[in-house]
């Protein structure tokens, strides 16, 4: 019902920035929130931040300061501005957005950062 589409991944050194998209096509559902989650090798996926349609923004402690999520909900739309980034960000990042109680997932874009 609800599909995702992420861009803006890529090679960056320590200290740059990228800015993910996320583009999510819809039918005749309502998206209640979306965000990013993000997966290193090895590791379980973890929440990056979220935005909620409302306008409510969530960050994981580790990129507090660093990353800055913004969009707009009614138009299906989210982006991940990252800021100062650090080798430990590099990961598998996915656009999520949530209807109801269903979770719907991207495909997923690298993001690798170099020391």
């Known amino acids: 019902q609800v599909q995702l589409v992420e861009s803006g991944g890529g090679l960056v050194q320590a200290g740059g920035s990228l800015r993910l998209s996320c583009a999510a096509s819809?039918?005749?559902?309502?998206?209640?929130?979306m965000g990013w989650f993000r997966q290193a090798p090895g590791k379980q996926r973890e929440l990056v931040a979220t935005l909620t349609r409302g306008g409510g923004t969530n960050y994981a402690d580790s990129v507090k300061g660093r990353f800055t999520i913004s969009g707009d909900i009614a138009k299906n739309t989210v982006y991940l501005q990252m800021n100062n980034l650090k080798p430990e960000d590099t990961a598998v990042y996915y656009c999520?957005?949530?209807?109801?109680?269903?979770?719907?997932w991207g495909q997923g874009t690298q993001v690798t950062v170099s020391s």
């Open positions: 819809t039918n005749m559902v309502t998206i209640t929130a």
């Open positions: 999520n957005a949530l209807v109801v109680r269903t979770d719907y």
